[in-house]
């Protein structure tokens, strides 16, 4: 089947490469050439000088997929709807708002434009491992775009089958899922991020737990007078984390793939000293909250875990400084730069 992908980062390049290498044909299409003329070396990957060029080359019904950030989506509509007609399909694979999902079909609709929104997971691993789908829009156009989920997706692989599956039947099970209607895709991968968030601090703050198990060692540098480290002799461990992250994985109820890359990372490095700890968010922790609460669904880790993520870019800071501010005025109390 014929795809045409425009974004090829870290995410578009490889889908197509994985498409192309199992017999689709992918005409491609970046607002950087040197992307595409790279691409179009390979085998079945044709490029689009623009994005007239680019739909040009593609035959009807068009089938195309964006994956570029979910900031450019609005404005790459707008310049490529004037070049489709009817019963093309328009497939928004990135992590977009599935309330934008909801307005822009609705604007396609008089047009006969098909609008599809895929929640894909898989990161730069998805090249090898295959990207988990979560899908929404009208059935007769995911149908259609099956032959590209089945191959975009990881497929059964060797995870061991769920009992009673066999019974139920369906794509889910190769990686792949028609959620619902028009946004039901992009729903339902917001509430997986919200769910990496709680499950990325789960491990972060208890492997920071263990990293500091020797602070008893060093209470020669701690503020007896006031810090309330009663029992020193409580906290002599040095625990190795690399080991540790590592014999979580063999069998232990936390394993995980978050878990895998935890371990990789500890083991090249186990300071993790190329990264500063201020941690981004795209938008999808946000808005799984706002459902959350307009669902009146409490997520208290979740809600937890994206809070973590503002203060590690100090937006916490000014909010601390009124705490030392209020200490300071009831109490005398003074910061301790070097407190733990
Ligand atoms: N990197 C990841 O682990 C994952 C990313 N996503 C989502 O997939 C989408 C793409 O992500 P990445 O590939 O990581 O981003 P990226 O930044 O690596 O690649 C985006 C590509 O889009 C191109 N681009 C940007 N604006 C464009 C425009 N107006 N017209 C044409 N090309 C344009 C850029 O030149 C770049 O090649 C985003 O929505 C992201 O949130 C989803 C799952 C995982
Ligand atoms: O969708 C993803 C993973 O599933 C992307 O990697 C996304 O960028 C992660 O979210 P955030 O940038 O908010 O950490």
Redesign the pocket.
């Known amino acids: 089947m014929q795809l045409g992908m425009?974004?090829?980062?870290?995410?578009?390049?490889n889908m197509v490469k994985r498409l192309a290498k199992n017999g689709h044909e992918c005409v491609v299409?970046?607002?950087?050439q040197q992307?595409v003329s790279d691409l179009a070396k390979e085998k079945g990957v044709t490029g689009g000088t623009s994005?007239e060029d680019f739909v040009s080359k593609l035959s009807k019904p068009r089938a195309i997929w964006?994956?570029?950030?979910?900031g450019?989506?609005e404005?790459?509509i707008a310049?490529i709807v004037p070049h489709l007609e009817k019963d093309d399909i328009l497939i928004?694979?990135?992590?977009?708002y599935y309330i934008d999902d909801i307005r822009r079909s609705k604007e396609l609709e008089p047009k006969g434009i098909r609008y599809v929104d895929v929640?894909?997971?898989?990161?730069?691993w998805?090249l090898e491992r295959g990207?988990c789908m979560m899908i929404g829009g009208p059935k007769e156009a995911v149908e259609y775009l099956d032959p590209i989920f089945k191959t975009i997706a990881p497929g059964v692989g060797d995870i061991p089958k769920t009992p009673g599956r066999e019974k139920v039947g369906g794509t889910a099970e190769m990686g792949y899922l028609h959620c619902g209607e028009t946004g039901g895709g992009h729903f339902v991968?917001m509430v997986h991020?919200g769910i990496e968030y709680g499950m990325m601090a789960a491990y972060a703050e208890g492997l920071g737990v263990l990293k500091a198990a020797n602070i008893g060692k060093h209470t020669a540098e701690i503020d007896a007078e006031t810090t309330p480290l009663r029992d020193p002799e409580h906290y002599l461990y040095d625990f190795n984390l690399p080991d540790v992250a590592e014999v979580w994985r063999r069998g232990s109820v936390i394993a995980s793939w978050l878990l895998d890359l935890t371990a990789s990372a500890l083991i090249v490095d186990p300071e993790l000293s190329k990264y500063g700890g201020r941690v981004s968010d795209?938008?999808?922790g946000r808005w799984t909250i706002k459902a959350a609460i307009d669902e009146g669904v409490p997520t208290p880790v979740l809600t937890t875990a994206l809070y973590s993520r503002f203060s590690s870019r100090g937006e916490a800071d000014f909010s601390n400084k009124l705490l030392s501010a209020m200490r300071f005025a009831f109490g005398g109390h003074l910061e301790k730069p070097h407190e733990k």
């Open positions: 425009i974004g090829l980062g870290r995410m578009g390049a299409f970046d607002r950087s992307v994005l964006l994956m570029i950030p979910a450019v989506v404005q790459t310049e928004d694979g990135g992590n977009s929640g894909t997971s898989g990161g730069v998805g990207y991968k991020n795209s938008g999808e």
